[in-house]
Protein backbone atom coordinates (compact mmCIF):
# COMPACT_ATOMS: atom_id res chain seq x y z
CA UNK A 1 0.00 0.00 0.00
CA UNK A 2 1.49 3.78 -1.30
CA UNK A 3 1.93 6.00 1.57
CA UNK A 4 0.53 9.91 1.80
CA UNK A 5 2.46 13.10 1.06
CA UNK A 6 1.24 15.95 3.36
CA UNK A 7 2.02 19.73 2.47
CA UNK A 8 1.85 20.78 5.89
CA UNK A 9 1.71 24.78 6.43
CA UNK A 10 3.47 25.99 9.75
CA UNK A 11 3.74 28.85 11.75
CA UNK A 12 5.09 32.16 9.86
CA UNK A 13 6.54 33.40 13.00
CA UNK A 14 4.12 33.06 16.12
CA UNK A 15 4.32 28.96 16.95
CA UNK A 16 0.88 29.56 18.36
CA UNK A 17 -0.15 29.68 14.54
CA UNK A 18 0.32 26.27 14.32
CA UNK A 19 -3.04 23.90 13.67
CA UNK A 20 -4.03 21.33 15.90
CA UNK A 21 -4.36 18.85 12.58
CA UNK A 22 -0.28 20.13 11.89
CA UNK A 23 0.52 18.70 15.10
CA UNK A 24 -1.30 15.46 14.71
CA UNK A 25 0.06 15.01 11.22
CA UNK A 26 3.83 15.82 12.29
CA UNK A 27 3.43 12.94 15.07
CA UNK A 28 2.08 10.40 12.75
CA UNK A 29 4.15 10.74 9.77
CA UNK A 30 7.44 8.18 8.98
CA UNK A 31 9.63 11.28 7.64
CA UNK A 32 9.42 14.75 7.40
CA UNK A 33 10.70 16.20 4.35
CA UNK A 34 12.13 20.17 5.19
CA UNK A 35 13.41 23.40 3.52
CA UNK A 36 15.81 23.93 6.23
CA UNK A 37 16.70 20.83 8.78
CA UNK A 38 17.73 22.87 11.24
CA UNK A 39 14.58 25.23 11.74
CA UNK A 40 12.49 23.02 11.50
CA UNK A 41 14.18 20.77 14.34
CA UNK A 42 13.32 23.88 16.55
CA UNK A 43 9.89 23.27 15.46
CA UNK A 44 9.90 19.86 16.07
CA UNK A 45 11.45 20.41 19.62
CA UNK A 46 9.29 23.04 20.86
CA UNK A 47 6.28 21.28 20.54
CA UNK A 48 8.18 17.82 21.60
CA UNK A 49 7.80 15.71 18.59
CA UNK A 50 10.39 13.63 17.71
CA UNK A 51 10.75 12.28 13.71
CA UNK A 52 13.69 11.87 11.14
CA UNK A 53 14.57 14.94 9.05
CA UNK A 54 15.76 14.76 5.12
CA UNK A 55 16.24 17.86 3.40
CA UNK A 56 14.35 19.20 0.59
CA UNK A 57 15.43 22.76 -1.15
CA UNK A 58 15.27 24.09 -4.10
CA UNK A 59 18.96 22.83 -5.23
CA UNK A 60 18.23 19.51 -4.34
CA UNK A 61 14.53 19.52 -5.72
CA UNK A 62 14.88 17.20 -8.58
CA UNK A 63 17.06 14.22 -6.95
CA UNK A 64 14.93 14.45 -3.25
CA UNK A 65 11.51 14.08 -5.20
CA UNK A 66 12.69 10.58 -6.66
CA UNK A 67 13.89 9.79 -3.49
CA UNK A 68 11.00 10.95 -1.77
CA UNK A 69 8.31 8.79 -4.32
CA UNK A 70 10.05 5.76 -4.18
CA UNK A 71 9.67 5.95 0.00
CA UNK A 72 6.02 7.13 -0.90
CA UNK A 73 5.59 4.11 -3.08
CA UNK A 74 7.07 1.60 -0.46
CA UNK A 75 4.27 2.86 2.10
CA UNK A 76 6.71 5.31 3.91
CA UNK A 77 3.90 8.47 4.77
CA UNK A 78 5.77 12.35 4.17
CA UNK A 79 4.68 15.46 5.61
CA UNK A 80 6.44 18.06 3.26
CA UNK A 81 7.74 21.41 5.38
CA UNK A 82 9.20 24.69 4.63
CA UNK A 83 10.73 26.86 6.83
CA UNK A 84 7.52 29.05 6.99
CA UNK A 85 4.14 29.31 5.81
CA UNK A 86 2.80 26.85 2.81
CA UNK A 87 5.01 24.50 1.07
CA UNK A 88 4.95 25.15 -2.57
CA UNK A 89 4.12 29.00 -2.33
CA UNK A 90 7.63 30.69 -3.09
CA UNK A 91 9.32 27.36 -1.37
CA UNK A 92 10.24 23.97 -2.49
CA UNK A 93 7.17 22.10 -3.38
CA UNK A 94 5.61 22.12 -6.55
CA UNK A 95 8.14 19.35 -8.33
CA UNK A 96 7.27 16.44 -5.54
CA UNK A 97 3.42 17.40 -5.78
CA UNK A 98 3.87 16.69 -10.06
CA UNK A 99 6.03 13.39 -9.48
CA UNK A 100 3.41 11.94 -7.06
CA UNK A 101 0.02 13.37 -9.18
CA UNK A 102 2.19 11.02 -12.31
CA UNK A 103 2.82 7.98 -9.72
CA UNK A 104 -0.87 8.36 -8.73
CA UNK A 105 0.51 8.97 -4.77
CA UNK A 106 -2.34 10.49 -2.82
CA UNK A 107 -1.38 14.60 -2.12
CA UNK A 108 -3.11 15.40 1.23
CA UNK A 109 -2.92 19.83 2.13
CA UNK A 110 -2.72 20.46 6.07
CA UNK A 111 -3.41 24.19 5.57
CA UNK A 112 -2.33 26.96 7.97
CA UNK A 113 -0.43 30.14 7.46
CA UNK A 114 0.13 31.96 4.57
CA UNK A 115 1.59 35.44 4.60
CA UNK A 116 0.56 37.07 1.54
CA UNK A 117 -2.76 35.93 2.62
CA UNK A 118 -2.32 37.67 5.78
CA UNK A 119 -1.10 40.85 4.29
CA UNK A 120 -3.54 41.21 2.13
CA UNK A 121 -6.76 40.79 4.02
CA UNK A 122 -4.83 43.26 6.93
CA UNK A 123 -3.91 45.74 3.93
CA UNK A 124 -7.48 47.25 3.23
CA UNK A 125 -6.97 46.76 -0.53
CA UNK A 126 -9.04 45.07 -2.94
CA UNK A 127 -9.59 41.35 -1.88
CA UNK A 128 -12.12 40.48 -4.29
CA UNK A 129 -9.58 39.75 -7.00
CA UNK A 130 -6.19 39.70 -6.58
CA UNK A 131 -2.66 37.81 -8.24
CA UNK A 132 -0.19 37.11 -6.46
CA UNK A 133 3.40 36.80 -8.39
CA UNK A 134 5.78 35.66 -5.23
CA UNK A 135 9.60 37.24 -5.77
CA UNK A 136 10.60 39.43 -8.20
CA UNK A 137 13.49 38.62 -10.38
CA UNK A 138 17.05 39.86 -8.75
CA UNK A 139 17.96 40.48 -12.08
CA UNK A 140 17.00 44.56 -12.67
CA UNK A 141 16.18 43.70 -16.22
CA UNK A 142 14.15 40.64 -15.43
CA UNK A 143 12.18 42.86 -12.65
CA UNK A 144 11.63 45.81 -14.90
CA UNK A 145 10.49 43.26 -17.73
CA UNK A 146 8.03 41.61 -15.28
CA UNK A 147 6.72 44.89 -14.19
CA UNK A 148 6.30 46.05 -17.71
CA UNK A 149 4.27 42.86 -18.27
CA UNK A 150 1.46 43.36 -15.34
CA UNK A 151 1.70 47.03 -15.92
CA UNK A 152 -2.18 47.04 -17.04
CA UNK A 153 -3.10 44.56 -14.68
CA UNK A 154 -6.32 45.68 -12.69
CA UNK A 155 -6.19 43.41 -9.60
CA UNK A 156 -4.53 44.14 -6.14
CA UNK A 157 -0.55 42.68 -7.02
CA UNK A 158 1.17 41.00 -3.90
CA UNK A 159 4.69 40.22 -3.92
CA UNK A 160 7.16 39.47 -1.32
CA UNK A 161 10.70 40.91 -1.03
CA UNK A 162 13.24 40.57 1.24
CA UNK A 163 14.91 43.63 3.35
CA UNK A 164 18.06 44.32 0.87
CA UNK A 165 16.10 43.87 -2.15
CA UNK A 166 12.84 46.19 -1.41
CA UNK A 167 14.02 49.93 -2.09
CA UNK A 168 15.36 48.89 -5.75
CA UNK A 169 12.27 47.22 -6.39
CA UNK A 170 10.03 50.01 -5.15
CA UNK A 171 11.52 52.13 -7.35
CA UNK A 172 11.52 50.03 -9.87
CA UNK A 173 7.76 49.46 -9.77
CA UNK A 174 7.13 53.67 -9.18
CA UNK A 175 9.15 54.01 -12.78
CA UNK A 176 7.14 51.72 -14.62
CA UNK A 177 3.91 51.11 -12.61
CA UNK A 178 3.37 54.61 -11.88
CA UNK A 179 2.76 56.47 -7.88
CA UNK A 180 0.19 54.11 -6.50
CA UNK A 181 -1.14 53.15 -3.30
CA UNK A 182 0.74 50.46 -1.78
CA UNK A 183 0.98 48.58 1.55
CA UNK A 184 4.06 47.00 3.26
CA UNK A 185 3.29 44.03 5.61
CA UNK A 186 6.39 43.01 7.31
CA UNK A 187 7.18 40.99 10.42
CA UNK A 188 3.59 38.87 9.94
CA UNK A 189 1.77 37.40 13.11
CA UNK A 190 5.48 38.64 15.19
CA UNK A 191 6.06 40.60 17.84
CA UNK A 192 6.86 44.00 15.69
CA UNK A 193 4.36 43.12 12.85
CA UNK A 194 3.19 46.45 10.75
CA UNK A 195 1.24 47.66 8.24
CA UNK A 196 2.44 50.54 6.21
CA UNK A 197 0.52 52.24 3.80
CA UNK A 198 0.58 55.30 1.61
CA UNK A 199 1.55 56.26 -1.92
CA UNK A 200 4.85 54.57 -3.22
CA UNK A 201 7.07 57.93 -3.45
CA UNK A 202 6.23 59.20 0.34
CA UNK A 203 7.30 55.53 1.60
CA UNK A 204 10.39 55.46 -0.11
CA UNK A 205 11.32 58.60 1.28
CA UNK A 206 10.18 57.92 4.55
CA UNK A 207 11.98 54.42 4.52
CA UNK A 208 15.44 53.97 6.03
CA UNK A 209 16.38 51.01 8.43
CA UNK A 210 14.54 48.04 6.68
CA UNK A 211 14.43 44.81 8.70
CA UNK A 212 12.13 41.88 8.00
CA UNK A 213 10.99 39.99 5.50
CA UNK A 214 8.06 42.19 3.50
CA UNK A 215 5.01 41.47 1.48
CA UNK A 216 4.21 44.47 -0.81
CA UNK A 217 0.58 45.04 -2.11
CA UNK A 218 0.11 47.26 -5.16
CA UNK A 219 -3.11 48.54 -5.92
CA UNK A 220 -4.44 47.55 -9.21
CA UNK A 221 -4.47 50.10 -12.43
CA UNK A 222 -7.69 51.52 -12.72
CA UNK A 223 -7.40 51.36 -16.46
CA UNK A 224 -6.76 48.07 -18.20
CA UNK A 225 -5.02 47.47 -21.22
CA UNK A 226 -7.89 46.87 -23.27
CA UNK A 227 -9.26 50.44 -21.66
CA UNK A 228 -5.90 52.43 -22.43
CA UNK A 229 -6.00 50.93 -26.36
CA UNK A 230 -9.56 52.12 -27.06
CA UNK A 231 -8.67 55.45 -25.43
CA UNK A 232 -5.77 55.67 -28.00
CA UNK A 233 -7.52 54.51 -31.05
CA UNK A 234 -10.06 56.70 -29.78
CA UNK A 235 -8.28 59.79 -29.98
CA UNK A 236 -7.23 59.00 -33.46
CA UNK A 237 -9.44 60.46 -36.32
CA UNK A 238 -12.09 58.34 -38.15
CA UNK A 239 -9.74 57.84 -41.16
CA UNK A 240 -6.36 56.89 -38.75
CA UNK A 241 -8.31 54.24 -36.94
CA UNK A 242 -10.41 52.96 -39.87
CA UNK A 243 -6.27 52.79 -41.82
CA UNK A 244 -5.20 50.92 -38.15
CA UNK A 245 -7.56 48.22 -38.90
CA UNK A 246 -7.15 47.91 -42.19
CA UNK A 247 -3.12 47.16 -41.42
CA UNK A 248 -4.00 44.48 -39.33
CA UNK A 249 -6.12 42.73 -42.64
CA UNK A 250 -9.60 43.09 -41.50
CA UNK A 251 -11.98 43.95 -43.94
CA UNK A 252 -14.17 47.00 -44.51
CA UNK A 253 -17.75 45.75 -42.40
CA UNK A 254 -15.11 43.97 -39.23
CA UNK A 255 -13.90 47.19 -39.43
CA UNK A 256 -16.64 49.57 -39.62
CA UNK A 257 -18.06 47.04 -36.79
CA UNK A 258 -14.89 47.48 -34.37
CA UNK A 259 -14.91 51.22 -35.00
CA UNK A 260 -18.61 51.35 -33.68
CA UNK A 261 -17.98 48.99 -30.80
CA UNK A 262 -14.51 51.15 -29.80
CA UNK A 263 -16.47 54.58 -29.60
CA UNK A 264 -20.08 53.38 -28.54
CA UNK A 265 -22.10 54.06 -31.21
CA UNK A 266 -24.07 52.68 -33.46
CA UNK A 267 -22.12 51.46 -36.64
CA UNK A 268 -24.65 52.92 -39.27
CA UNK A 269 -22.99 57.08 -37.62
CA UNK A 270 -19.81 55.69 -38.60
CA UNK A 271 -21.25 54.66 -42.17
CA UNK A 272 -22.93 57.98 -42.50
CA UNK A 273 -19.60 60.04 -41.76
CA UNK A 274 -18.07 58.37 -44.37
CA UNK A 275 -20.74 59.04 -46.94
CA UNK A 276 -20.33 62.81 -45.88
CA UNK A 277 -16.88 62.93 -46.11
Known sequence: MQGKLYLVATPIGNLADITLRALRVLKEVDLIAAEDTRHTLGLLNHFEISKPLISYYKQNESTRSAE?????????NIALV?????PGISD???QIVKCCIK???EIVPIPGACAFVNGL?????ETREFCFL??????KKERKEKLEEIKYETKTLIFY???HKLKNTLKDMREILGDRNIVLARELTKIHEEFIRGKMS???EELNEVKGEFVVLVEGNCESKKDVEIKKLNEMTLEEQYQFYENQGLEKKEIIKKMAKDRGVNKNEIYQNFLEK
Not at 121 to 125: E, H, L, T
Not at 134 to 139: D, E, K, Q, R
Request: hydrophobic share 40%.
Open 134 to 139: GFLSAV
Open 202 to 204: DIL
Open 121 to 125: IGSGM
Open 161 to 163: EAP
Open 68 to 76: LVEKLKNGK
Open 92 to 94: PGE
Open 82 to 86: SDAGT
Open 103 to 105: EKI
